[in-house]
Structure formats: structure tokens, C-alpha cells
């Protein structure tokens, strides 16, 4: 299983139609799950909180987080080199690269404001953060603009996953064990919000999982090591 910050995706997207003006369409989303003090999910909805990250590529989707209203900003932004950089400090926060952040419901340490998410969406609390084309995310392999990728723009994407998953904002409770952070679920497409008969189209192609060398389960559609 791809484990942060040891694996990278690699595929060729072709997107023919985007779905609309309310298409969420994630260049990647990964998925998992972990209580709030770092052990592992064992099926007891009331402790375990489901976690995804998802980039947003369509160009009309705009961010959210804003520095006049935190509530739907993670608490900080790490960069590469792992400086925190918090969400009040207005001149080196790079709002814009998020769409939005909520947190888990059963979050006891919750920095305010704060937004939390949908509990009725899923069986259990989840964590969701949403990012967008922005610079921040170029060392990464991410677009870094608006359009990028989108239609017309064919592409073949090689996305540092794991390293950026690693440096991602999730809630953990303070004082306890940082989670080894593993990826059962990785994916791309787009959820369509109150369509009117829209339509979203897209070929992808050699979709590879690259793990290093030592993992020794295929994962995915196609794993590779290297």
C-alpha cells in the first residue's frame, strides 16, 4: 500500500469535457483512514474519521480560504523544505492554492475558526482539503495555473504524491504518535454538483503507482518499482 512520502502517480489525462461550471474535477484524490490519535481504523464509526485530500482542476472552481474568513483554511501551510508557515500570517500564506479544509466532527483540539465537515455525507466524521493550481504545489508536480491540463490541454502527469501527502495538514490530537500515513484509495474523476444534464469526459492512460524498491504489493491499476 503507497505509504507518504515514498510513492509518485504517473498517467496521461485527457479530458474532452469538464461536467459544467459545478464539476469538482480532481487531477488526483486520495483517500484514507485514521482516528484522531493516530492508530488505525478498526470500524467503529464513532472514532474512526475517513481523510482525502483532492486537487481541483477545473478552472471556474475557486478558493474558499481566504484570509478574512479562516474557517475553511487548514492551520498552517508546510513548504517543501518544512517551514509552517500559519494561516494568520496574510503576507506569506498562500490562500489561493486552497479551495477549502474541514475538519473532523469528533475533533477535540480544533484551532479556531473552524469549519467541520458534512457528518451526514459519510458513515463516520471525515477530513477533507481541497487544493487548487498554485505555485505552491509546482516542486511537486502539480499544475501550478489555472487551465492547466484542463481541456484541450492534454497531458502526461508525474505527481510527487507522497511527499506532498506527507507535507498536507490532517488533524491529529496533540501529543500523540504522528500516523504513518498509507493510501488505499487513489484516483481521479470529478463529482458533479447540481447538474443540470451535464456531461464530463476523459481518457486516462498508463496510470502507474511508483513505489521504491522493497515494496513488495502491487498496487492500483498498475504498480512499478523503481
Not at 479551495?99 to 459519510?122: F, T, V
Not at 477530513?127 to 501550478?144: F, K, M, R, S
Not at 490541454?153 to 495538514?169: F, I, K, M
Not at 490530537?173 to 451535464?198: C, H, M, Q
Amino acid at each position: 500500500m503507497p505509504k507518504s512520502p515514498d510513492f509518485k502517480v504517473r498517467f496521461t489525462l485527457d479530458i474532452k469535457q469538464g461536467g459544467g461550471a459545478l464539476s469538482q474535477f480532481y487531477l488526483m484524490d486520495i483517500g484514507s483512514c485514521w482516528k484522531n490519535n493516530g492508530q488505525p481504523c478498526d470500524g467503529d464509526v464513532t472514532t474512526d474519521v475517513t481523510r482525502y485530500s483532492e486537487m481541483i482542476i477545473n478552472p471556474t472552481t475557486e478558493s474558499w480560504c481566504k484570509p478574512e474568513d479562516l474557517r475553511i483554511c487548514p492551520p498552517y501551510h508546510t513548504l517543501p523544505n518544512g517551514t509552517r508557515i500559519h494561516r494568520t500570517d496574510k503576507a506569506n500564506f498562500p490562500y489561493d492554492a486552497y479551495h477549502l479544509y474541514c475538519a473532523p466532527g469528533n475533533a477535540n483540539h480544533l484551532e479556531k475558526p473552524h469549519s467541520l465537515c458534512d457528518p451526514y455525507s459519510n458513515p463516520q466524521p471525515q477530513e477533507i482539503l481541497q487544493i487548487l493550481p498554485h505555485l505552491a504545489w509546482g516542486e511537486y508536480g502539480y499544475p501550478t495555473k489555472k487551465g492547466e491540463g484542463w481541456i484541450g490541454d492534454p497531458r502526461t502527469w508525474e505527481l510527487d504524491v507522497g511527499r506532498l501527502s506527507q507535507a498536507l495538514y490532517f488533524y491529529q490530537d496533540p501529543g500523540t504518535t504522528p500516523v504513518a500515513r498509507y493510501w488505499p484509495s487513489i484516483d481521479l474523476g470529478t463529482e458533479i454538483y447540481i447538474s443540470n444534464n451535464e456531461v464530463a469526459e476523459w481518457t486516462v492512460s498508463d496510470f502507474d503507482i511508483i513505489v521504491p524498491r522493497g515494496y513488495k504489493q502491487r498496487v492500483g491499476l498498475r504498480s512499478r518499482l523503481q
